[in-house]
């Protein structure tokens, strides 16, 4: 079954400074690559997410770009806000009735 | 904008007790999915729901688990007989039938197994 990677686990950055979090996949089907947002105690909010005909998509101060040949996917932030502080779970789907498999979430500070 | 909506938001239970988590799925929607997640760790997996039957289930979901949809709005899923180690937050999602393909979380219950 499909295996996502995700790092870092946790990741410092200044306010206003960029943060980069980067996920790998294992199964070549899976075609949407979701990015969820979790803040303490509260459910996982989409932010993001890339379908597997797109290379890059930006969305305001977020944006993701997928290599499929790598198998790689990317989160980049820029300008970061001390409100960016959270977990990010990036995540790999393939069709129809299959789950969404999550990679391990990556705990993003922001410091102002 | 309408969400998935999930009672209690949060159960205290006894080991060995059995538990019924609720989840009002977005009305359109017709893929159903439950995961859970311990605390600090990702989230993973249950069981998905589709016209409905299970359609996929994880190691996880064993003969202590069961979902249901009762009725038209409702989905659940039972733990009959639960464990310590169950103790953890559950997420209910859907997603339309077609695309997009988003998933739609709901706020979870924490589930504490004492």
């Known amino acids: 079954g499909e295996n996502v990677e995700q790092h870092p686990s946790t990741l410092s950055v200044q306010e206003g400074d960029s943060a980069v979090i980067k996920c790998t996949y294992s199964?070549?089907?899976?075609?949407?690559f979701p990015w969820y947002k979790q803040e303490l105690g509260k459910r996982p909010q989409l932010i993001i997410d890339i379908r597997s005909n797109v290379g890059e998509k930006k969305d305001q101060r977020i944006a993701v770009t997928l290599n499929k040949t790598a198998k790689h996917f990317s989160l980049h932030i820029t300008e970061t806000q001390p409100e960016d502080s959270a977990v990010y779970f990036c995540a790999a789907w393939v069709r129809g009735d299959t789950p969404l498999v999550f990679g391990k979430g990556t705990r993003l500070s922001v410091i102002a | 904008e309408p969400e998935v909506t999930q009672t209690p938001s949060h159960q205290v239970t006894q080991m060995g007790q059995e538990v019924i988590l609720r989840c009002v799925p977005i009305?359109?929607?017709?893929?159903f999915y439950w995961y859970r997640q311990i605390l600090g760790q990702k989230v993973e997996f249950l069981v998905s729901f589709y016209n409905n039957e299970i359609s996929e289930k994880s190691e996880i979901f064993d003969d202590q688990f069961s979902v249901e949809r009762p009725d038209g709005s409702n989905f659940t899923l039972k733990i009959r007989s639960t464990k310590l180690e169950d103790s953890a937050m559950y997420f209910c999602?859907?997603?339309?039938?077609?695309?997009?393909?988003?998933?739609?979380f709901g706020p979870g219950t924490r589930l504490t197994v004492t």
């Open positions: 999602a859907s997603r339309t039938g077609t695309g997009p393909y988003e998933q739609y």
């Open positions: 009305s359109n929607h017709l893929y």
């Open positions: 199964d070549s089907a899976s075609n949407y």
